[in-house]
């Protein structure tokens, strides 16, 4: 493992999801309101009484962004994307991440069609543009697997869409799946969250676009760490 990122958590105790982006917890016996990142539905997650992990936010209508809820071993899931960016980020700059070894990020939020990716990396070998989702649901009998998406995502199919035309039109393309869970060794598409995005993964997969994942959680500590940089993918 190694750390990428430290950060002020508190620990608090959820309570419940007012609505996509604001749930309330309590810190200290008192009710506070956190910023949720991720519009997943985290259903596996937000149940009442869960212990989570928050950092302290100035201004706007919350106190705290909600970063992580504990998991396996008292380790944080880490639903926070912004947290899962900046580790990425980090991993990479470290040149931690085979897949994208000696790269560097050139630009980000490019404009590509009708959507917006969220990198273009610069390699030895050309460019490269990539999108980067969040796989903080988790599957298989073992809950081995890192999991996306938990429910239906026209902008993650518009995504892969995307990433296919350039693909077809001779450019380099990636999509890459933050596995956010302590523990994980696979990633899959969740069929039942979205079909279409199966078939538009197998379908990108055939066209050239790059898949990969890689997997972090947070100790409870505060550390954000890389578990493993390249995980099996299943399709």
Request: with cysteine; aromatic share 8%.
């Amino acid at each position: 493992m190694q750390a990428l990122l430290k950060l002020n958590v508190v620990p608090c105790t959820f309570l419940k999801r007012l609505n996509r982006f604001v749930a309330l917890v309590e810190v200290d016996g008192n009710v506070r309101r956190a910023l949720v990142t991720n519009t997943g539905r985290l259903e596996e997650f937000m149940i009442p009484g869960s212990r989570v992990f928050c950092i302290p936010k100035s201004g706007g209508k919350t106190d705290f962004i909600l970063i992580a809820f504990e998991d396996l071993g008292g380790k944080g899931a880490i639903i926070d994307t912004r947290t899962q960016a900046k580790a990425f980020e980090r991993a990479l700059e470290l040149n931690l991440i085979p897949w994208l070894r000696g790269c560097r990020i050139k630009r980000k939020e490019i404009t590509v069609g009708n959507s917006r990716l969220d990198y273009l990396f610069e390699c030895p070998s050309g460019e490269i543009y990539a999108e980067m989702k969040s796989a903080v649901l988790r599957g298989g009998e073992k809950g081995e697997y890192a999991m996306y998406p938990d429910c239906p995502s026209l902008r993650g199919q518009r995504h892969i869409r995307e990433l296919i035309e350039l693909s077809k039109n001779g450019e380099r393309a990636m999509i890459f799946f933050v596995g956010a869970l302590p523990g994980v060794e696979k990633f899959r598409p969740y069929e039942r969250g979205d079909p279409e995005i199966v078939r538009l993964l197998k379908e990108a997969r055939g066209a050239g676009v790059e898949i990969h994942a890689l997997s972090l959680f947070l100790l409870p500590d505060g550390k954000v760490v890389l578990d493993r940089p390249s995980l099996e993918i299943e399709l």
